[in-house]
């Protein structure tokens, strides 16, 4: 699913850094190597965690907060609402591509109706 999300990413102009594992991400965010403008992320993750605390962990490392989609099969209010408390968008599984593109579109307008993140003093 990765490869097929970055793909149409990656095709409608939209870079797409794709990694295996949160460990992985947040490792990558510590040494600047990615500096993203948003986050997608599974709810359900390899390993401890979830996608929800992968996505407060990397808004950490970042020191700001990154617009972020969870997706999820998982509709029970008890998942949903901690996500969208925390300001996360959530994409329900089965979505269709343009669902997904709505999402981005969405949250791309509405960062840049909130002006930057860490506006330079002057």
Not at 101 to 115: C, D, F, K, T
Request: charged share 25%; net charge positive.
């Amino acid at each position: 699913m990765r490869a097929s999300i970055s793909r149409l990413l990656n095709a409608r102009g939209i870079e797409a850094v794709v990694v295996g594992t949160a460990d992985d991400a947040l490792a990558r965010v510590r040494r600047r190597e990615i500096r993203p403008d948003l986050l997608l992320c599974d709810y359900n993750l390899q390993g401890s965690t979830n996608g929800v605390t992968t996505i407060a962990d990397l808004r950490a490392a970042l020191g700001r907060g990154v617009p972020a989609i969870v997706m999820t099969g998982d509709i029970r209010s008890e998942i949903v609402e901690p996500i969208v408390a925390q300001g996360i968008s959530v994409l329900l599984k089965p979505f269709l591509t343009d669902e997904l593109l709505q999402h981005i579109a969405r949250l791309s307008r509405e960062q840049a109706a909130a002006g930057p993140a860490n506006p330079t003093a002057r």
